[in-house]
């Protein structure tokens, strides 16, 4: 069974703070996706990281695919309020009916 | 156009009750996926659909019942559900196959409590 363990689970932080968030597992995925989700809404794709050791940037957000393809990582830097909810991480599975596993979730919480 | 569309986004249902949610996308995607969300939980997945056929069931119980009439279309028939049923239940979609570059995109969810 393939997992995909987050850490950490819960976060809270001051406006202007950094955090990394992670995402691990011991199986290799294909391609690892982020996603940030309001509650009640559904989750946001934020990227998708392919190649192993890949660093992709969006804005403040720093995402890091590990050279095994096997972890990744989430970086914000200066957090902000609207930066506040669950962070998701999913790895595509790499053969047979190709399926999405998703991480354990971070939640995070950005204070003014 | 990345955009998933469900209906209904709120549905309330006796345990007798019969009823369905609806999932659209018009990106040419042939892999639809339906997933169940409790509170504060990450999503799970159901069933997945590749090429209109279905590929993938996670031994979901038989009063969930998946539907993909078209490519662009995906059902979920509900009936004699249970309290425990209720949650965020999430469609998705992607481009099928091996290619490591395909994306899966979530619609908006239908929050569904079951009385």
């Known amino acids: 069974t393939q997992l995909l363990e987050q850490s950490p689970q819960f976060l809270s932080i001051q406006e202007g703070e950094n955090l990394t968030v992670y995402c691990n597992s011991s199986s290799v995925f294909s391609s690892l996706q982020w996603y940030r989700q309001e509650p009640g809404e559904g989750p946001v794709l934020l990227v998708t990281v392919v190649t192993g050791g890949e660093v992709k940037k969006l804005k403040r957000l720093t995402f890091q695919f590990g050279d095994a393809r096997k972890d990744s990582s989430l970086h914000i830097t200066a957090a902000q309020p609207g930066d506040t909810g669950l962070y998701l991480c999913?790895?595509?599975?790499?053969?047979?009916?190709?399926?999405?596993?998703f991480g354990t979730g971070t939640r995070l919480k950005v204070l003014a | 156009d990345t955009e998933v569309t469900q209906t209904p986004k709120h549905l309330v249902m006796g345990m007798t009750n019969k009823k369905s949610l609806k999932c659209e996308q018009h990106m040419g995607h042939r892999a639809m996926y339906w997933y169940k969300q409790k509170a504060k939980k990450p999503p799970e997945l159901m069933f997945v659909?590749?090429?209109?056929?279905?590929?993938i069931n996670e031994s979901v119980p038989s009063r969930f019942s998946p539907e993909c009439p078209n490519s662009s279309l995906l059902n979920l028939h509900l009936h004699a559900l249970q309290p425990e049923d209720s949650a965020l239940y999430l469609c998705?979609?992607?481009?099928?196959?091996?290619?490591?570059?395909?994306?899966?995109?979530f619609g908006p969810g239908t929050r569904l409590t079951v009385l």
């Open positions: 999913a790895g595509r599975t790499t053969s047979g009916t190709y399926k999405y596993i």
């Open positions: 659909y590749s090429y209109e056929k279905l590929s």
């Open positions: 998705a979609s992607s481009h099928p196959g091996r290619d490591r570059y395909n994306e899966q995109f």
